[in-house]
């Protein structure tokens, strides 16, 4: 059984920057698509980013795009998020989640795609 463990949240002002990761164990990385969601209060939870494992192939929603980075270390089995230039409206808890994949897979930010989720780290960006 898979299990995700979230790390890296905090407290950083805006325009600092944020490294969150989320550790795998139970089984390995290696055939799976990692999403990066986040949940505000009081909204609906999204999808910041996703890799393929396989691959690497990142995507990005457009609010994070160019700000954040995801990357994937698969002898450690975890995958990161470097969050640069942070925002206000990036507060949030992040969620990291995974899906079993290929190399041809389609990349989705659709939270309904993903079975296996961390208990989530709080992000809060205020001056």
């Known amino acids: 059984q898979l299990h995700l463990v979230e790390s890296g949240g905090g407290l950083v002002q805006p325009g600092g920057s944020l490294r969150l990761s989320c550790a795998a164990s139970?089984?390995?990385?290696?055939?799976?698509?990692i999403g990066w969601f986040r949940q505000a209060p009081g909204k609906e939870r999204e999808g910041v980013s996703c890799?393929?494992?396989?691959?690497?192939?990142?995507t990005y929603a457009d609010s994070v795009k160019g700000r954040f980075t995801v990357s994937r270390d698969i002898a450690k089995n975890t995958v990161y998020l470097q969050m640069n230039s942070l925002k206000p409206e990036d507060t949030a808890v992040y969620y990291c989640?995974?899906?079993?994949?290929?190399?041809?897979?389609?990349?989705?930010?659709?939270?309904?795609?993903?079975?296996?989720w961390g208990q989530g780290t709080q992000v809060t960006v205020s001056s």
């Open positions: 989640a995974a899906r079993y994949s290929s190399r041809t897979s389609r990349p989705t930010l659709n939270r309904y795609d993903y079975g296996y």
């Open positions: 139970g089984e390995r990385l290696d055939y799976t698509a």
């Open positions: 890799i393929n494992t396989i691959t690497g192939s990142p």
